[in-house]
């Protein structure tokens, strides 16, 4: 196994661990999907009229980019992804 390959998939397994900050009284579920060589998506299930804003911080090697949600409702600084959801049952970003 390559170590790149190797780094993603331990970086993939924090990604998964990461707490979810929001104010909300229903669970957010979290998938990793491969997207490519050393890119994967950040698939978050939110429950039905859910209004919350949500931290990823990502490991330090790590950037998220392309983020499923309209303009103005996300914003990437580095290693840290901040979402704010209004009513939506799903968001999603890529981390490389």
Same mark, same amino acid.
């Given at each position: 196994?390559?170590?790149?390959?190797?780094?993603?998939?331990?970086?993939?397994?924090? @990604?998964?661990?990461? =707490? @979810?900050?929001?104010?909300?009284?229903?669970?957010?579920?979290?998938?990793?999907?491969?997207?490519?060589?050393?890119?994967?998506r950040?698939?978050?299930?939110?429950?039905?009229?859910? @209004?919350?804003?949500?931290?990823?911080?990502?490991?330090?090697?790590?950037?998220?980019?392309?983020?499923?949600?309209?303009?103005?409702?996300?914003?990437?600084d580095?290693?840290?992804?901040t =979402? @704010?959801?209004?009513?939506?049952?799903?968001?999603?970003?890529?981390?490389?």
């Amino acid at each position: 196994m390559k170590q790149g390959h190797l780094f993603a998939g331990i970086a993939c397994m924090i @990604v998964l661990i990461l =707490l @979810v900050q929001c104010a909300t009284a229903g669970f957010i579920e979290r998938s990793v999907v491969p997207a490519g060589n050393s890119t994967y998506r950040v698939i978050l299930k939110i429950p039905e009229g859910t @209004v919350a804003g949500i931290t990823e911080t990502l490991p330090t090697e790590m950037v998220g980019c392309e983020v499923s949600l309209p303009p103005g409702q996300y914003k990437i600084d580095g290693n840290t992804v901040t =979402l @704010v959801i209004i009513d939506e049952r799903e968001a999603s970003y890529l981390v490389t």
